[in-house]
T-cell receptor, first 116, second 113 residues
Framework: AQKVTQAQTEISVVEKEDVTLDCVYETRDTTYYLFWYKQPPSGELVFLIRRNSFDEQNEISGRYSWNFQKSTSSFNFTITASQVVDSAVYFCALSEEHNQGGKLIFGQGTELSVKP | EAGVVQSPRYKIIEKKQPVAFWCNPISGHNTLYWYLQNLGQGPELLIRYENEEAVDDSQLPKDRFSAERLKGVDSTLKIQPAELGDSAVYLC???????????FGPGTRLTVT
C-alpha cells in the first residue's frame, strides 16, 4: 500500500540556518507524483512543488531545493538561509497514476520553527 | 485568478445537528476534492469528483456524510447528524485533472459540542 513517512515531527532552527525536511515514500506503481505543501499558521495549504516519477532532476527555486532519489524512495526538501516566515507545517504527499489517481496520500507533516 | 473559495470558515454546532460546507473551485478545474484534516495530521481524502461524477468516495462515511457537485462546478459536503468526532478542518481542493497539483481552499473548521 502507498505510504508517506515524515520522520521529523518538529524541527527548530535559528534564522539563516539551512534545514532539510525528510520524506520517504512507498509505492508499487511505476508512475507516480510527489508533492510538497506548506501549511502556515493561517491554515491554508500552499502548493510548493510537483515531481513525476520519471524526473529525478533536483529542483531549485530561490531558497528552496528538492532532492528526489528513487533508489532510496526519498524526496527531501531543503530550505537555505531559513527565515522566520518559513515557520509552518510542511507536508510531503504522494499520488499514484494507476491506483485512484489524483488521491493525495499525505505524510504526518513536519513542523518547522524558525527563531530570530 | 481567484483561488478555491470555501464557506463558512468556522462553524460551531451541537451534536446531532446537521451542517453543510460549500466549495467553489478554481475556474476550469475539472477535479474537485474534499479532505478531512484532524489536528496534527495530514489531510485525508473523503471524496473526489471528476466533473459531476464522484469517482472515489471510498473514504466517505456514507451513513452520515453526503456530497454533491451540481453542474460540475460548486460542491457541497453535508453531515447529518454530526458527532463529536467530526470536529476537524474540512478542506476543499481542485486541480486541472487527476495527477496535477491540487490547490486548496482555506478550509472550514468544524467544532461539534
Amino acid at each position: 500500500a502507498q505510504k508517506v513517512t515524515q520522520a521529523q515531527t518538529e524541527i527548530s532552527v535559528v534564522e539563516k540556518e539551512d534545514v532539510t525536511l525528510d520524506c520517504v515514500y512507498e509505492t508499487r506503481d511505476t508512475t507516480y507524483y510527489l508533492f510538497w505543501y506548506k501549511q502556515p499558521p493561517s491554515g491554508e495549504l500552499v502548493f510548493l512543488i510537483r515531481r513525476n516519477s520519471f524526473d529525478e532532476q533536483n529542483e531549485i527555486s530561490g531558497r528552496y531545493s528538492w532532492n528526489f532519489q528513487k533508489s532510496t524512495s526519498s524526496f527531501n526538501f531543503t530550505i537555505t538561509a531559513s527565515q522566520v516566515v518559513d515557520s509552518a507545517v510542511y507536508f510531503c504527499a504522494l499520488s499514484e497514476e494507476h491506483n485512484q489517481g489524483g488521491k493525495l496520500i499525505f505524510g504526518q507533516g513536519t513542523e518547522l520553527s524558525v527563531k530570530p | 485568478e481567484a483561488g478555491v473559495v470555501q464557506s463558512p470558515r468556522y462553524k460551531i454546532i451541537e451534536k446531532k445537528q446537521p451542517v453543510a460546507f460549500w466549495c467553489n473551485p478554481i475556474s476550469g478545474h475539472n477535479t474537485l476534492y474534499w479532505y478531512l484534516q484532524n489536528l496534527g495530521q495530514g489531510p485525508e481524502l473523503l471524496i473526489r469528483y471528476e466533473n459531476e461524477e464522484a469517482v472515489d468516495d471510498s473514504q466517505l462515511p456514507k451513513d452520515r456524510f453526503s456530497a454533491e457537485r451540481l453542474k460540475g462546478v460548486d460542491s457541497t459536503l453535508k453531515i447529518q447528524p454530526a458527532e463529536l468526532g467530526d470536529s476537524a478542518v474540512y478542506l476543499c481542493a481542485s486541480s486541472q485533472d487527476r495527477g496535477y497539483e491540487q490547490y486548496f481552499g482555506p478550509g472550514t473548521r468544524l467544532t461539534v459540542t
